[in-house]
């Protein structure tokens, strides 16, 4: 005979139509139309871009520069193409998924991809969800086969 009963204090269900792999999948879908949305330099509200600081008179500006690396002078965070590189889904599970920057910073820059982020957010909002954003997630959501039962 046992000397002792097991209570449950609590407990913790989780119901979600979604497993942990397919939340990854949408969060990656998420993250792969972000990503394209910014290097097409379109802000979160799916329009172009404000365009970059022209130089001072007689000075060469950052568009003049981005032109000579042969990139479009546009503000679209693919200078040296970090930034971007490091946007990941950064967790996942049942019931959400997280997406942002890996905190990676260039050798012998002092700046992590996130904060680059923080600064160019600050000038023209472009990380964010936009409207075109939200219906490629939506999309995804839909795309994937309903399961159902038939009662015998």
Not at 30 to 50: H, K
Not at 56 to 79: C, E, I, N, Q, S
Not at 80 to 89: E, F
Not at 94 to 111: H, T
Request: with cysteine.
């Amino acid at each position: 005979m046992a000397r002792f009963q097991t209570m449950i204090k609590s407990a913790r269900f989780v119901y979600s139509p979604y497993t942990a792999t397919e939340m990854q999948g949408f969060g990656q879908v998420l993250a792969d139309s972000i990503r394209a949305r910014i290097q097409s330099g379109q802000n979160i509200y799916d329009q172009t871009a404000a365009p970059l600081k022209p130089g001072l008179a007689g000075r060469r500006g950052y568009p003049d520069y981005k032109a000579a690396r042969f990139l479009r002078p546009v503000r679209d965070w693919t200078w040296s193409r970090h930034t971007l590189r490091c946007l990941k889904v950064l967790t996942a599970n049942e019931n959400r998924a997280a997406i942002g920057f890996l905190d990676e910073a260039l050798p012998g820059r002092s700046q992590t991809a996130s904060q680059i982020a923080f600064y160019n957010n600050r000038r023209e909002r472009q990380w964010g969800v936009s409207q075109h954003d939200r219906e490629a997630v939506l999309a995804a959501f839909q795309a994937r086969p309903i399961v159902m039962l038939k009662a015998a």
